[in-house]
Nanobody, 122 residues
Framework: VQLQASGGGLVQAGGSLRLSCAAS????????MGWFRQAPGKEREFVAA????????YYADSVKGRFTISRDNPKNTAYLQMNSLKSEDTAVYYC????????????????WGQGTLVTVSS
């Protein structure tokens, strides 16, 4: 599967952005989807994941209550709605996919998009 993330940009603290991840290739509903992020000088970290049918979602503690992951299988697209953004949310956000069990580690996802930059100004 090929993943194309979009929707990043510059936003003020307290604002909102919605990231999209368009998938092509194999049947989208075959994959659990997720988002990771990498801030400058830091390791890549898990943000959120959603099961193939949207029935289960998981979030990092740092974004719980502010971010919402969702998917639209007929449109082959996953989303990350980000509200109440903070300066510490500044990072490159990566869309990921797996046919295996969902997890929080980078190695658990076989497919990665190219990343989209989110910059939150304080």
């Amino acid at each position: 599967v090929q993943l194309q993330a979009s929707g990043g940009g510059l936003v003020q603290a307290g604002g909102s952005l919605r990231l999209s991840c368009a998938a092509s290739g194999r049947t989208f509903s075959s994959y659990h989807m997720g988002w990771f992020r990498q801030a400058p000088g830091k390791e890549r970290e898990f943000v959120a994941a959603i099961s193939w049918n949207g029935g289960s979602t998981y979030y990092a503690d740092s974004v719980k209550g502010r971010f919402t992951i969702s998917r639209d299988n007929p449109k082959n697209t996953a989303y990350l709605q980000m509200n109440s953004l903070k300066s510490e949310d500044t990072a490159v956000y990566y869309c990921v996919a797996t046919t295996q069990a969902m997890g929080v580690m980078t190695w658990e996802y076989e497919y990665w998009g190219q990343g989209t930059l989110v910059t939150v100004s304080s």
